[in-house]
């Protein structure tokens, strides 16, 4: 099953680099996926899943965990409905 992912992302933040390394992660996962990123609005990393609302930075605050989200569009891609992903990116710790 096709698979469409878009992704808005605020261009201002610098948040191009995250997008290109979300795309990498769910290319090298579902290879027949469609990933498509815009910039968008302040502070903003939004995933959407054939048009459904799967992560939303700008509710969390916090980037997806990539491999999540690599793993409900293997679902969606298999059949499966497309689910909301709770898992976020670990907070960065400097020792």
Known sequence: ??????????????????FLQLAEEIKKNVPNATVAGTAGRQ???????NDELVYSKLQTLMFP???????VIK????????????????????L
């Open 65 to 71: 965990d990539f491999a999540a989200i690599a793993d």
């Open 75 to 94: 679902d969606v891609s298999a059949g499966k409905p497309v689910r909301k992903v709770d898992q976020q990116q670990a907070d960065c710790v400097i």
């Open 43 to 49: 502070a903003s990393f939004e995933v959407q899943v």
């Open 1 to 18: 099953m096709d698979v469409k992912i878009d992704v808005e992302y605020c261009g201002s933040c610098g948040h191009k680099k995250q």
